[in-house]
């Protein structure tokens, strides 16, 4: 993310034709605050401009979320699954890794790699013994960012509203998203 300078933010504001009161009560922030920024009276934390950045992304309709990126149909296996079915529904989707669900909250991950370190005559083992740690959840509101973010260390993205998965999110779709 290329830091914005307080013109580039005063001049977006204002293209927009927010006031700073407008923007300030978008982002959560206080108006003063966004004059002082906008001034450049003041650096802001991190979080504060990215709360900012994220309400003028807002007011321009370009903010891409999880639920405009996610798959709604979760392919997975459940913890006590045996890992030769999990193996199964992996080549049959052509997936190297499936999440792990029980009753539609993540538990974990089972991939080809978890399998072949987990040694021989492993295929009637329940996925639990097998399977590594859950990949991470987002809220179905999450911004592109955040879920880039996450998939530089992981491998998808669960998201999870309540607690429950309604949708996964791989690199392949937020690079099917852009193009």
Excluded: C, W
């Excluded at 450049?40 to 639920?67: F, H, K, Q, Y």
């Excluded at 699954?81 to 499936?98: F, P, R």
């Excluded at 005559?121 to 179905?140: D, H, I, Q, R």
């Amino acid at each position: 993310m290329e830091l914005p300078t307080p013109q580039d933010l005063r001049e977006r504001r204002t293209t927009l034709e927010l006031t700073q009161s407008a923007l300030a009560d978008a982002a959560g922030v206080s108006q003063p605050l966004i004059a002082r920024i906008e001034g450049g009276d003041v650096d802001p934390r991190l979080s504060t401009l990215r709360r900012i950045v994220n309400a003028l992304d807002e007011a321009e309709g370009e903010v891409v979320r999880a639920t405009d990126l996610m798959n709604e149909t979760v392919i997975s296996v459940a913890p006590d699954d045996a890992v030769i079915d999990a193996i199964g529904q992996m080549e049959a989707e052509a997936y190297s890794q499936l999440p792990v669900l029980q009753n539609a909250v993540p538990v974990g991950s089972i991939s080809q790699g978890d399998v072949i370190h987990a040694g021989e005559n492993v295929g009637e083992l329940p996925v639990s013994e097998v399977m590594s740690e859950s990949f991470p959840t987002v809220a179905p509101d999450a911004t592109v960012d955040e879920i880039r973010n996450l998939l530089d260390h992981y491998k998808a993205v669960m998201v999870t509203d309540g607690g429950e998965t309604i949708g996964i999110i791989t690199e392949a779709d937020i690079a099917a998203h852009l193009s």
